[in-house]
Every structure is written in C-alpha cells, then in structure tokens.
T-cell receptor, first 111, second 114 residues
Framework: GQSLEQPSEVTAVEGAIVQINCTYQ??????LSWYQQHDGGAPTFLSY????GLEETGRFSSFLSRSDSYGYLLLQELQMKDSASYFC????????????FGSGTRLLVRP | DTAVSQTPKYLVTQMGNDKSIKCEQN?????MYWYKQDSKKFLKIMFS???????INETVPNRFSPKSPDKAHLNLHINSLELGDSAVYFC?????????????FGPGTRLLVL
C-alpha cells in the first residue's frame, strides 16, 4: 500500500522560515506534489518534484530525496496569508495516476 | 473565468434522500476526478474519468454513481444518503491525467446529511 506522513500542525512567526516534512511509502514512485488549502477553500497546486533536489518558486521551495523517501516544503518570509493546510501527495502506484494525499499539515502564522 | 466549477456549493439534506452534484471545467482538460474530504481534512480519490471513460473507481459504496456526459462535465449522484456521507466533495481536472500534471480543484460542495 501507499502512505504519507506529515506533521499535523506547525506554528511559526510572520517573517520566519518554516519547513514541512513529508515521508512516503510507495512501491512505485513518480514524484511528490504539494498543495495548499485555505480554510473553506479548494486545494491549489504549489509544486512538483520528480527528481532529487530543490525546486524554488518565489518564497516557496520544495525538496525531494528519493533515496530517503522524503521531501519537504520550505516557506520563507512567512506572511499571515500563508496560514493554511499543506498536503503532500504522490501518484498512485497503479497505472491510473490518481493522487494519494497525506493527512495535511496545518500551518498557523502568528504576528 | 472559473476554471472548475461545482454546484451546489452547499447541500443540506435528510438521510435516505438522493442528491446530485455537478461539475464543469472550461480548461479543455481530458481527465476529471471526484475527491472526498472528511471532517479531519483527509482528502481521498473516489473516481476519475478520462474522455468520458471511467478509469478510477476506488472502494466507494455503489450508492455513489459518477456520470460524464462529455469530457467537460463530471457529475456525482448519491443514492440513499447516510450520515457518514457528510463531507466536502471536490471535483478536479487535469490535462491528460499524466503523472506530472497539476490537478485543478473546484471550490467544493459541502454536503451535510441530517
């Protein structure tokens, strides 16, 4: 089967840097995605890593280590609007390409 | 322009009723999905259609029946609603259902079964 683990909650101060970790177990691995979801909103795509290393998109970066089955999302210069839930996700190990989501990390940014 | 839209946004109904949720995407995508998000925010795939053909059917009670009249629409019909069906249902789409593709989510339908 497939599973992903993330911390349930993280709190950080405005302007700080926070890292949200994700470890996964899957027999077939194609890549790790990250989605953001504000309360009452829809999940929105943030990043996708298929290869090892760091991908940077503005204040957000995502890292993948395939050998460690581990990735993280790094948020810099935190803003209040970054308070949301963050989900890591992998593609299903069958051929259907469905997304399997982690349980989500709730990020609370304090002033 | 709304990329993925769902109706209704809120749905409150009694146990045992039958209800439908509609989804439309104007992105020209080939693949559409239904996800269920429970009260603990756990997001789980239910169904996926590619060009009107069912390609994913997770272990979902057969009271749930998706229908795709064309590749821009994927509706979800639920028979004999139960309390445990209360959740937020998200429709999503992606270009071809490929591994590296972004999935675009609709705003969600908040279903409450009383």
């Amino acid at each position: 089967g497939q599973s992903l683990e993330q911390p349930s909650e993280v709190t950080a101060v405005e302007g700080a840097i926070v890292q949200i970790n994700c470890t996964y177990q899957t027999s077939g691995f194609y890549g790790l995605s990250w989605y953001q979801q504000h309360d009452g909103g829809a999940p929105t795509f943030l990043s996708y890593n298929a290869l090892d290393g760091l991908e940077e998109t503005g204040r957000f970066s995502s890292f993948l280590s395939r050998s460690d089955s581990y990735g993280y999302l790094l948020l810099q210069e935190l803003q209040m609007k970054d308070s949301a839930s963050y989900f890591c996700a992998v593609i299903g190990e069958d051929s259907s390409y469905k997304l399997i989501f982690g349980s989500g990390t709730r990020l609370l940014v304090r002033p | 322009d709304t990329a993925v839209s769902q109706t209704p946004k809120y749905l409150v109904t009694q146990m045992g009723n039958d209800k439908s949720i509609k989804c439309e995407q104007n992105l020209g995508h080939d693949t559409m999905y239904w996800y269920k998000q429970d009260s603990k925010k756990f997001l789980k795939i239910m169904f996926s259609y590619n060009n009107k053909e069912l390609i994913i059917n997770e272990t979902v009670p057969n009271r749930f029946s998706p229908k795709s009249p064309d590749k821009a629409h994927l509706n979800l019909h639920i028979n004999s609603l139960e309390l445990g069906d209360s959740a937020v249902y998200f429709c999503a789409s992606s270009q071809r259902g490929g591994r590296e593709e972004t999935q675009y989510f609709g705003p969600g339908t908040r279903l409450l079964v009383l």
